[in-house]
Each structure stands twice: as C-alpha cells, then as structure tokens.
C-alpha cells in the first residue's frame, strides 16, 4: 500500500471526511493532487479500509469512514519503522548560486520567501486559532495530532523567516565590502 493510502486512513481516524476536506488536511504535511487522493480513496473503499456515504445535504459529495481493518491497518502501519524526509527544495538550489547574482536578485529571491512564508504563517494562525476554540476534552484529543503538527508548521515559518533576515543581513554586508 501506498504511503499516501496510510497517510489517508490516518486522516480519517480522526473523522469522516470528504475527498476534499482530506486534501485541506494533508497539505499541512504532504504534497498530493486530487487526482492521487481520490484513485487511493476507491482503492482503500476496494480493499474494505473505508466505506463511502453519500452526503445527504451535498448529493454529489462523498464522505469517507475508516472501517475497523482500516484501523487495524493503520495500528499496523504505526508499528513499522518511518522513513527519513525527503528534501526537495529548489529555492535552495538558487540560493547556492546567489553569488552570480546580484543585489537586487539575491533580495527579491528572500524577499519572496519571505512572503510565502508569511502567508502560510497566517493560514497556520488561522487554522490553531480554530483548534483553540475546540472546547469539548474528547474532540480536542481527536485533534491532538493536528495541533501538534500545526504548532511544527508554524515553528519552521517561525524559522524560515528568521533565516531569510539573517540572509539578508549577510548579503548587506557583502555588498557593504
């Protein structure tokens, strides 16, 4: 099975959710088009991992339940040992070659790092701030693992942004010598 088919079950062990409530949820982690997530979801509904009801309220929207095997697989799957991350990050390929560039590439390189950053902090902020209004303790604990991985996204902008005024700063001092 597919890291992205656990990765599924693993959403829905929290709740019933839609193909496209799925997508919200994963993008905090893991890169995946409609496409992929849809072509699993009918593979885990053949393999018995998920049931599909049909939302009564939006006839064409389909809601995915994690079935006992799911969860069973997902028990399983939990057990086994996490491959390391992968890195694929071509910002950091141009700014290995930031030196034939010049001033002004090298800040508009950062500065737009910057601002994707920003941006996704403020979604992050956004999305916490949604957790923080959860009152009830057993729907909060269902949550847990949302929050904990919101609070790394938003440590890793935290970050980022850091880094890219530090950068900054270098680059100011280089073009100051």
């Not at 409530?21 to 993008?27: G, T, V």
């Not at 069973?72 to 057990?79: A, I, N």
């Not at 956004?126 to 009830?136: A, F, P, S």
């Amino acid at each position: 099975m597919s890291t992205l088919s656990y990765i599924l079950l693993c959403m829905l062990v929290r709740k019933p959710c839609s193909g496209y409530e799925l997508k919200q949820y994963i993008n905090l982690f893991w890169e995946a088009h409609h496409s992929q997530i849809y072509t699993a979801l009918n593979k885990l509904h053949e393999q018995g991992y998920v049931t599909v009801k049909i939302d009564p309220v939006h006839k064409q929207k389909k809601i995915y339940h994690l079935t006992e095997a799911g969860q069973l697989v997902v028990t399983d799957w939990f057990q086994e040992e996490t491959n390391l991350p992968t890195q694929r990050d071509e910002f950091l390929a141009k700014v290995y070659v930031i030196s034939l560039f010049n001033q002004e590439q090298a800040a508009d390189l950062l500065q737009d790092r910057r601002h994707h950053y920003q941006k996704i902090q403020k979604q992050y902020q956004h999305k916490m701030q949604e957790y923080n209004l959860i009152t009830d303790p057993t729907e909060k604990q269902k949550n847990l693992g949302r929050y904990l991985i919101l609070k790394r996204r938003l440590m890793v902008c935290t970050t980022e942004l850091e880094w890219c005024a530090w950068a900054q700063d270098i680059l100011n001092r280089n073009q100051n010598q």
